[in-house]
């Protein structure tokens, strides 16, 4: 079975600082893996998605994140944190041939001007 | 370029209650997801349809909840009668299967409190 674990429930930031959230997943084979932002009272936003390739990988609004399978870790990363950044970020996991997207708990970003 | 669109988006009503949540996929997409999103249990996928068929139900919590999916363009999300404890934020999801890398789109969600 899939799952994913976002270790930090809650993390805060100042702004101009950088970000960097956890993401752990566990899946048998390649994972498709996705990272969302669901901005207060919104839906969800896909920052950025890795399917193959560069284990790097680059997203909207100024993300990145990189997929190290040794770690079995997605983290997200930004070098200069928006106050319009703070909002709640999850992390998701799909096998390949797998409908089925399975998501993290979240972690809620704030950030201090 | 219109994304998924859910309606209402916000709902209030009385436990016994019927509901009716309404979801438009994105143009095009032949995959259609509905979600739960509590405090308590995170996001849970409900149901997911290909092609307008339901292919797996085994999240829908129990026989007060059914979906359906009429037509390519439609999807709704029914919950007769309601309870309390369905209060939570109903996201509707889309993507376009494609040999593996499709990704979902989700709509901006229905706010359900029911009383």
Known sequence: ????????????VSEGASLELRCNYSYGA?????????????????LLKYFSGDTLVQGIKGFEAEFKRSQSSFNLRKPSVHWSD??????AVRGGSNYKLTFGKGTLLTVNP | DAGVIQSPRHEVTEMGQEVTLRCKPISGH?????YRQTMMRGLELLIYFN???????????EDRFSAKMP??????????PSEP???AVYFCASSLT??????????????????
Not at chain 2, 30 to 34: E, H, I, K, Q, R
Not at chain 2, 51 to 61: F, K, L, Q
Not at chain 2, 100 to 114: C, I, K, M, N
Request: aromatic share 14%; with cysteine.
């Open chain 1, 1 to 12: 079975a899939q799952s994913v674990t976002q270790p930090d429930i809650h993390i805060t």
């Open chain 1, 30 to 46: 390649t994972p498709y893996l996705f990272w969302y932002v669901q901005s207060p009272g919104q839906g969800l936003q896909l």
């Open chain 1, 86 to 91: 703070a909002a709640e970020y999850f992390c």
């Open chain 2, 30 to 34: 032949n995959s259609l997801f509905w």
């Open chain 2, 51 to 61: 092609n307008n068929v339901p292919i797996d139900d085994s999240g829908m919590p």
């Open chain 2, 71 to 80: 037509n390519a363009s439609f999807s709704t999300l029914k919950i007769q």
């Open chain 2, 85 to 87: 404890r369905d209060s």
């Open chain 2, 98 to 115: 494609s040999g593996g890398s499709e990704t979902q789109y989700f709509g901006p969600g229905t706010r359900l409190l029911v009383l």
